[in-house]
């Protein structure tokens, strides 16, 4: 299995002492170039989180085409699209844009979302359930159309007064490819499971919203090993792509000690609280000298189980300082897990 790693940003901004993103446009801008930055590493993964009514990335597609525009290998991803804020048939015409433009390198994870800062946000968007239908049930309905239009549905009756075709229209453009690269952001078990029955890739996080009282990184094993025997059970052609988040600061610099510590402080270990009405069990973060860390995620059971390792990153410090973290990762840590990096091949003499 070919291990990838990616960034993960969510864009905040604030005009705060200290932060190098002080407005919408720095974080935009920064995540592009945070994206080129990457790139250049050979980093597998550009990943951006997706929030609406708060002071962070939230209409992914204008940001994902320039990303695309400026890069040429990297993946270009979300993690995650919340379904409930999304019309699914623009979404899917803007997916595929962004796609094309991109040379088909989207992965894009979409879900229910988390709980959001506004109170019923996606009801000001115009979304409301129907009666009986919970806000996850309409997120589940939205990705079906939005998957049925980007697999190229006829989703709309042509006009008699300008075609004489009687066949269904389906959304253009078509980026023939993508339904192939949708994830589904899964925070419990039976959810992976419904993932897998629905053939799209899986995205786990930092956090699980249920507890057994074993260690994060095994509950999330659990999660993923029973997603892939679901999936070879329904007979999917295609092999899955399963990815996690991590957050790893590596400390190589009196910078990085000022900013992190020395990485031993409580969430060195994994934390268990509420979340959305239910027990919720937060992985630990790995923050410390570079070969402790990338020792401590060789071991991790669910690094090892994922083809993808998202890594967050504190993009309100900057590109140059998110780039320094990366590479620190990709030259120290990274390597340890089995990733080797992402670079162009060599041109023939």
């Known amino acids: ?80 699209i919340d379904m409930r804020y999304e019309n699914p048939l623009y979404m899917a015409e803007d997916a595929a844009a962004a796609d094309l433009i991109s040379g088909e390198r989207l992965q894009l994870g979409v879900s229910r979302g988390s709980p959001e800062t506004a109170l019923r946000g996606s009801e000001l968007f115009g979304y409301v359930p129907t009666e009986g239908q919970t806000d996850a049930d309409l997120a589940r309905k939205h990705t079906e159309i939005f998957r049925a239009a980007i697999a190229g549905a006829g989703v709309a009756r042509p006009n008699p007064q300008m075609s004489r075709s009687t066949t269904p229209l389906a959304i253009e453009p078509q980026s023939p490819t993508l339904g192939d690269r949708i994830w589904w952001g899964s925070g419990t078990r039976a959810t992976a499971v419904w993932a897998a029955e629905q ?31 679901t999936w ?4 999917w052609k295609r092999e899955p792509r399963v990815s996690i988040s991590r ?40 923050t410390g000298e570079p070969d402790v860390i990338a020792a401590e995620l060789a071991a991790d059971a669910a690094v090892q189980a994922a083809d993808t390792v998202l890594l967050t990153v504190p993009n309100q410090l900057g590109v140059d300082y998110n780039a320094h973290l990366l590479e620190q990762i990709a030259l120290h840590v990274a390597p340890a897990f089995g990733w080797a990096p992402n670079l162009p091949a060599p041109a023939l003499a």
Not at 52 to 61: C, D, G, I, K, T
């Open 247 to 286: 957050s790893v600061i590596p400390i190589t610099t009196d910078l990085d000690r000022r900013y992190f510590g020395s990485g031993s402080g409580s969430d060195a270990q994994d934390q268990v609280g509420h979340l959305d009405g239910g027990l919720a069990r937060f992985g630990r973060s790995y």
């Open 232 to 235: 070879a059970k329904m007979g």
């Open 199 to 229: 053939g799209m890739n899986l995205q786990s996080s930092t956090l699980l919203t249920e507890d057994t009282g074993i260690p994060f990184d095994e509950l999330q094993a659990e999660q993923i090993a029973l997603y892939r025997e």
């Open 1 to 80: 299995m070919k291990k990838r790693i990616g960034f993960l940003s969510f864009g905040h901004y604030q005009p705060v002492a200290g932060s190098q993103a002080r407005t919408a446009r720095d974080a935009l801008l920064q995540s592009i170039d945070l994206a080129v930055a990457a790139e250049e590493l050979g980093i597998d993964g550009a990943y951006v989180r997706v929030h609406h009514f708060a002071r962070q990335l939230a209409s992914p597609f204008p940001l994902l085409a320039a990303m695309g525009a400026r890069t040429s290998r990297i993946e270009l991803g979300t993690a995650v």
